[in-house]
């Protein structure tokens, strides 16, 4: 393993077993610093875990800088490293974000790109360089985000003297695809009536009635995904849950803190309900499992369940747009309607307003006034 500056550098240490042979300490990433008498910290990272090594690693040699740098103040960012600001990031705000794996991966690439430039070299020409080298607009674009962000707490800190802007790739135009009444029915369908395949002959083994499932609970209560994959039909630790009793979706884990992606609990439609009570009867634990498992996702089985309804668009975050988009229809209230779907009313009014009946209503009225009333208001 290549060092990466001198004074320390990762190992991977192999795994250990007992007398029987059994393993005692499983294989694990760790910081080895030089010189006599040198510690050995454990990263906690497995094989399969490399980037988490290296950030762990990172963290470890940029935490003497980060502690010495404090304790000058605010500075130019001519001499502020972006490896640093990276580092203090991942020290300080990682650990707290909903996937910190996911935010290391992010810095990673980050560091790898930017870490030995300095904050006066974020600009607008190094910001689309770095948008080039990557191979998604889109993905540069949420780096870009991190490094924002990672920018702004360095400097609230009080370590930067000076402002410093990310420039940003345009946003992709928002998803503007939801489904009719008789496309969700097809879905469902699609869904509950498949049977696999074996020699070429059809079984009795039913393997996407979860995700039939899965269609009805999304449609229904505009959930992301990933928090109904999670949810249980009673408590649980860990986990979202619904109260079959009062009829509440709690889609956030109790004790969770709350993300930008927020998860507020949701009353639940009593045709819904109604499903969910009889689940849990016939022995279901979770909104969404197989082989009575929840599952983690189920974008594979519905993408297939998709194109055999053939709506090869659809995928299960227009579940979301759909359920956004049926609740302006039913002309419910704007407030209301971003509440149940935990988001801003500012989003839903940008996104899905115009599906309302009541959106520009007052523009369109004053148009197909008769030409008498036009009159009298001048």
Not at 102 to 130: F, H
Not at 238 to 265: H, N
Not at 268 to 275: K, Y
Not at 315 to 335: E, F, I, N
Request: aromatic content about 6%.
């Amino acid at each position: 393993m290549p060092a990466h500056r001198k004074g320390a550098r990762l190992y991977l240490r192999e795994e250990r077993r007992d007398a029987s042979g059994r393993i005692s300490h499983p294989a694990v990433y760790v910081i080895r610093e030089s010189g006599r008498g040198g510690r050995t910290i454990s990263t906690g990272c497995g094989p399969g875990d490399l980037a988490g090594a290296e950030l762990a690693l990172h963290k470890h040699l940029g935490i003497a800088r980060i502690e010495a740098t404090a304790r000058q103040g605010a500075r130019a960012p001519t001499h502020i490293f972006i490896a640093d600001v990276l580092a203090l990031y991942a020290r300080e705000k990682m650990p707290l974000h909903a996937r910190p794996k996911e935010t290391a991966a992010r810095i990673k690439r980050l560091n790898t790109w930017w870490g030995t430039r300095r904050l006066s070299d974020v600009n607008g020409e190094n910001c689309r360089a770095y948008v080039k080298a990557r191979s998604s607009p889109q993905a540069a674009r949420r780096e870009l985000e991190e490094l924002r962000a990672a920018i702004y707490f360095h400097r609230k800190e009080g370590l930067c003297s000076e402002v410093v802007e990310v420039v940003l790739p345009e946003r992709n135009p928002s998803r503007q695809r939801w489904c009719t009444r008789s496309e969700i029915a097809r879905l469902i369908w699609a869904a509950w009536r498949y049977r696999e395949i074996q020699n070429g002959k059809p079984t009795d083994r039913r393997s996407r009635r979860h995700v039939a499932r899965f269609i009805l609970v999304g449609v229904y209560t505009g959930t992301r995904a990933g928090a109904i994959c999670a949810a249980a039909l009673g408590p649980a630790e860990g986990r979202g849950w619904i109260d079959l009793k009062e009829g509440i979706f709690y889609r956030r884990p109790a004790g969770e803190r709350e993300t930008k992606k927020r998860r507020t609990p949701v009353r639940i439609p009593q045709r819904l309900l109604s499903h969910l009570r009889r689940w849990k009867k016939n022995g279901q634990r979770y909104a969404v499992q197989f082989n009575g498992e929840p599952v983690k996702d189920v974008d594979k089985a519905f993408r297939k369940t998709a194109i055999a309804a053939k709506l090869p668009d659809v995928t299960p975050h227009v579940l979301r747009h759909t359920s956004a988009t049926w609740l302006m229809q039913l002309k419910v209230d704007k407030g209301e309607a971003a509440e149940y779907l935990a988001m801003t009313e500012q989003t839903l009014n940008e996104v899905y307003g115009h599906h309302h009946p009541d959106h520009l209503l007052g523009p369109r009225n004053a148009f197909d006034r008769p030409a008498t009333a036009r009159k009298a208001s001048r």
